[in-house]
């Protein structure tokens, strides 16, 4: 934990609490303030899309008897959210290292797609009650996720924001050209408010985001930190808590957004904030986790063990094979004569599952995955642009990978990067 961790996690930067507060007392005022409620503690519930009663059927088959949750089939703010939900949030926190930390708190989303999806249509709009005519400038890394983007995009597309949503994509992980950006843009601004997104782990590229850069940017700007921590959430971090933690920086971070289906293991996706004001607002303003039906209860336990296995003692034994992997498959690559990209920029000690491997065109890499696939029955999948600048085999590396197989991928790398050039000479 870094040395200011455990200090006071509630206050926002710049302008952002009164802006997020005005919004919400508009609700409240208007008696449209939203909030969760526990469906365990509901006598009788008339609020679930259960039409046959199934979902109930299959908790009352998978459950123990010391396990107390009904199922309800809702919105996590009409009948989804259960004592079990509450207990994953609080895990979450854990997770983070944040537990009992003043202000932060935990929301669910049915996916991490809608949890960026929420984030942006929550933070980058204007919304009734706010000033009309806030400016917000949006700064996203050029490689963010396409949830990320996505998020941003129908924050510009709701009514309040067509004028006052600016969007500043800066280059990859180039925290020189964000402050540059955030200078000429934020800097000349006054009374606008900035969001700075990024990945901590680039899914496609498995670098890590230079964190250390982009916090010490917050010294002179004022802007939220919203981390997407997908790929490095049960991954990085002395418990797993992603990249943000391993740095000794959670508490520049003011929403982490996570995923329950990459390393957890279950489904879902979640979203940490350093303030209650963040959460009301995800809640009331992010559209994908109001007008969809919360995670099942069943996948929220799963969750719960999940994250319990990871932060504990045998998930620091398979994070350190997971690395031991990393390590020997980069090496294996390497002698082999393959660019892996396995990049990690500064932070590369904390060792990026996601080894992607250079291909000369979108046709190389294409033969390369099906030869691989064909002959050798091995499945690493091509990735080509648009969703990335320039082709590349994506190999993601598990714990639990032998040694053996590793070597079997880079073999056949090797034999089907000779058969793939002796297509292309015939
Ligand atoms: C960086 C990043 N964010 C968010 C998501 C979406 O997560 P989910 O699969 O839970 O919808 C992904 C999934 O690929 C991702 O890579």
Same mark, same amino acid.
């Given at each position: 934990?870094?040395? +200011?961790?455990?200090? @006071? ?8 609490? #009164? ?5 919400? =007392? ?16 509901? @006598? ?42 509450? &207990? ?25 797609? $809608? ?9 980058? @709009? ?18 963010? *996720? ?8 129908? $924050?510009?597309?709701?009514?309040? +924001? ?26 000349? =601004?006054? /009374? ?5 997104? +990024? ?39 002395? %418990?797993? /808590? ?5 740095? #000794?920086?959670? *508490? ?21 904030? %350093? ?18 039906? $919360? ?5 929220? %336990? ?5 994250? &319990?296995? /990871?932060? /504990? ?18 090496? $294996? ?36 995955? @099906? ?22 085999? %994506? ?32």
């Amino acid at each position: 934990m870094g040395a +200011s961790e455990g200090e @006071s996690m509630s206050s926002l930067p710049g302008e952002w609490e #009164g802006h997020l507060q005005r919004g919400l =007392d508009h609700l409240e005022s208007a008696h449209l303030l939203r909030h969760t409620r526990k469906s365990d503690e509901m @006598s009788a519930c008339f609020g679930s899309n259960d039409y046959l009663g199934l979902a109930q059927r299959r908790t009352a088959a998978a459950t123990t008897s010391s396990f107390r949750c009904p199922e309800r089939r809702g919105s996590i703010l009409v009948s989804g959210y259960s004592a079990a939900h509450e &207990d994953l949030e609080e895990k979450i926190l854990e997770l983070k290292s944040l537990a009992g930390c003043p202000g932060a708190c935990a929301v669910l989303f049915p996916s991490g797609f $809608a949890a960026n999806l929420s984030v942006g249509m929550a933070l980058c @709009s204007v919304h009734a009650g706010q000033n009309p005519s806030q400016r917000i400038h949006v700064y996203s890394d050029e490689l963010n *996720h396409a949830s990320i983007i996505d998020g941003i995009r129908f $924050a510009k597309a709701m009514k309040g +924001s067509r004028n006052n949503l600016f969007l500043h994509v800066y280059k990859h992980n180039d925290v020189k050209d964000l402050k540059r950006q955030l200078q000429n843009a934020s800097g000349s =601004d006054t /009374g606008s408010l900035s969001v700075v997104f +990024s990945e901590s782990v680039f899914s496609m590229d498995g670098d890590i985001c230079d964190l250390r850069g982009i916090a010490q940017l917050k010294q002179d700007h004022k802007f939220l930190l919203v981390l997407d921590e997908a790929h490095a959430t049960l991954v990085m971090g002395d %418990r797993g /808590g992603g990249v943000a933690q391993a740095l #000794g920086l959670s *508490h520049e971070v003011d929403l982490a957004v996570g995923t329950l289906s990459k390393a957890v293991g279950s489904f879902g996706g979640f979203a940490v904030a %350093r303030s209650g004001l963040l959460r009301s607002i995800l809640l009331n303003k992010g559209r994908p986790v109001i007008y969809s039906t $919360a995670l099942p209860s069943a996948l929220v %336990r799963e969750a719960l063990t999940n994250i &319990d296995i /990871g932060m /504990g003692e045998q998930g620091s034994a398979m994070r350190e094979k997971l690395r031991k992997n990393v390590r020997f498959l980069t090496k $294996a690559l390497v002698e082999r004569g393959f660019i892996c990209g396995q990049g990690g920029g500064k932070e590369a000690q904390l060792m990026s599952p996601i080894i992607p491997v250079a291909m000369p065109s979108e046709q190389f890499a294409l033969r390369t995955s @099906s030869h691989l696939w064909e002959k050798h029955g091995i499945f690493v999948p091509a990735i080509r642009p648009p969703t990335v600048p320039t082709s590349r085999l %994506r190999i993601a590396v598990l714990a639990t990978h032998s040694l053996k197989e590793l070597l079997l991928l880079a073999d056949a790398l090797t034999e089907t990067r000779s058969a793939v050039n002796e297509h292309a000479r015939l």
